[in-house]
Structure formats: structure tokens, C-alpha cells
């Protein structure tokens, strides 16, 4: 399975769009990137502008890779980054969007975003950085 996480920065950096998760069960209550799978006949980048447009009902269609983040055998994560307004974002399924300060992230953020966020924003280091996880959910 081939999933999408993005994160849209405000121009100044400052700011990232964040969605408080529901489901599954292991991410409520927690903040994450706004994504979720790769559909059939569609490659990750594609996803990325689909589901960030369903979740924030914001069209972006330029993101960057930044890591590709194997889960265990099964699951590939592609994790992009890009630039826009923030605040016009709108919740647009049960789950709200937020925009979180960047030197202020929400406690309550998925753990391996603690380096991935910042990661994200180092754009002037390497582009795009591979890395293998123990599936634990």
C-alpha cells in the first residue's frame, strides 16, 4: 500500500497546515500531514494534490518530495512539502484542518513529525531522503 502525506508552509515559513485525525484509532486526537492512499492508476504526487483538495479544499499542485519512508513489507509513505496560503484552508471532512505554528507544534503531533516537519523545511540539504521503519501498527 502506497500512501501521501503533505504538509503547505505559508510563504514566511511560520505556519503549517495540520489535520487533527479521528481514524484510524492509533492517530485520534492526534495532529498529522494532511494525505492518505495512492489509488489505483495514480501516482503518489497526484494523490497528494487529490487528497490535500478533499481534506483542506485547497488546489495545490506543485509539492516536493522530501522522504519516502518504508513501513515495514507493506507500506510505502511519500512525505511532500509546498508553499501557500494557509488560512484559506477549510475543514472539509469530519477531521479539522489546523494551521499550527512552526517553532510551536502541537504536543499531541504524530511522533516522527517532531524531524520531518523541519526536515521539510531545510530545503537547501538534501532533496529527498529515504528511510525504513518497524511496521508497529
Known amino acids: 500500500m502506497e ?3 503533505g ?3 505559508s510563504e514566511d515559513k511560520k505556519n503549517v497546515l495540520l489535520i487533527n485525525k479521528i481514524k484510524p484509532e492509533w492517530q485520534r486526537g492526534k495532529f498529522n500531514g494532511i494525505g492518505g492512499k495512492v489509488e489505483k492508476d495514480e501516482k503518489p504526487d497526484q494523490a497528494m494534490t487529490r487528497e490535500f483538495f478533499e481534506e483542506s479544499g485547497l488546489l495545490v499542485e506543485l509539492w516536493n518530495l522530501k522522504v519516502i519512508a518504508q ?3 507493506s507500506k510505502t509513505l511519500y512525505f511532500y512539502y509546498g508553499f501557500g496560503n494557509v488560512k484559506k484552508a477549510i475543514s472539509c471532512t469530519e477531521e479539522q484542518v489546523s494551521v499550527c505554528e512552526v ?4 504536543l499531541n503531533l504524530i511522533p516522527n513529525l ?4 523541519p526536515l521539510c ?3 537547501e540539504t538534501i532533496s529527498i531522503i529515504e528511510a525504513k521503519f518497524l511496521e508497529t501498527n
Do not use: Q, R, S
Not at 517553532?103 to 502541537?106: E, F, M, R
Not at 517532531?114 to 516537519?117: P, Q, T
Open 3 to 5: 500512501m501521501v502525506v
Open 114 to 117: 517532531k524531524w520531518i516537519i
Open 103 to 106: 517553532d510551536k507544534l502541537p
Open 7 to 9: 504538509f503547505l508552509f
Open 71 to 73: 513501513v515495514g513489507l
Open 121 to 123: 523545511l531545510d530545503i
